[in-house]
Every structure is written in C-alpha cells, then in structure tokens.
Nanobody, 123 residues
Framework: QVQLVESGGGLVQPGGSLRLSCAAA?????????????MSWYRQAPGKERELVAP????????KYADSVKGRFTISRDNAKRTVYLQMNSVKPEDTAVYYC???????????WGKGTLVTVSS
C-alpha cells in the first residue's frame, strides 16, 4: 500500500506562484521502488470533472502538460526523496481546483491517489 500526501496548496493571487509537493510513503517503498512509479498531477475544479494536468515518467525524463497550463506549470520528481512537485507560475483564477497526486505502478498497473490539496487563485 502506498500513501500519497499532497501539500503546498492555499490562496494565491492571480499572477503569483505556488509549489505543490506530493510525498510518497508505504511499507517497502524504497527509493528504487518509487522510481518504478509513473506520477501525475490531476485537478478537479468545482462542478467539473477531474482532469490530467501533468504526468512524468519513472525516471523523470519525459513530461507532458495540459494545454491550459503549458508554459506556466512544471512537474518534476526527486526519486531519492520519493517526492513529486508541481511548480505553478503565472496562476489564473481558472487554476482554482483541488489538486491530486496520482501514482501508477508500472509493473502491475496498480494506481494510488492522494486526498488532494486545495489551490484557490483569487485577489
């Protein structure tokens, strides 16, 4: 079992920045084991479906971004710390959402979710 704990959410003004973190923990989750998980950030705005924001491959060599955040958000990972980050720059009110961390274990297809962290963009 893997636990994912997001942090870093809060209230930020339009045009500001925020960095979200997702720390992974669990019995037997070594740094090598964590490196076998593909990680992603999703978000769900009020009244909308959950959407994929940015995935990152196991070694961090490949990333993708939703068109709505391309050029503003950056996903990264530190396998030694078993942590994934989402750097959010030039935020907009439409970025307001609960942001969820997702882990996909590549060798057997297991999926894990965090409980989410709320980001509110407002002046």
């Amino acid at each position: 079992q893997v636990q994912l704990v997001e942090s870093g959410g809060g209230l930020v003004q339009p045009g500001g920045s925020l960095r979200l973190s997702c720390a992974a923990a669990g019995y037997g989750l070594s740094t090598n084991a964590f490196s076998t998980y593909a990680m992603s950030w999703y978000r769900q705005a009020p009244g909308k479906e959950r959407e994929l924001v940015a995935p990152i491959t196991t070694a961090g060599g490949s990333t993708k971004y939703a068109d709505s955040v391309k050029g503003r958000f950056t996903i990264s990972r530190d396998n030694a710390k078993r942590t994934v980050y989402l750097q959010m720059n030039s935020v907009k009110p439409e970025d307001t959402a609960v942001y969820y961390c997702h882990a996909h274990r590549t060798y057997d297809g297991m999926d894990y979710w965090g409980k989410g962290t709320l980001v509110t963009v407002s002046s």
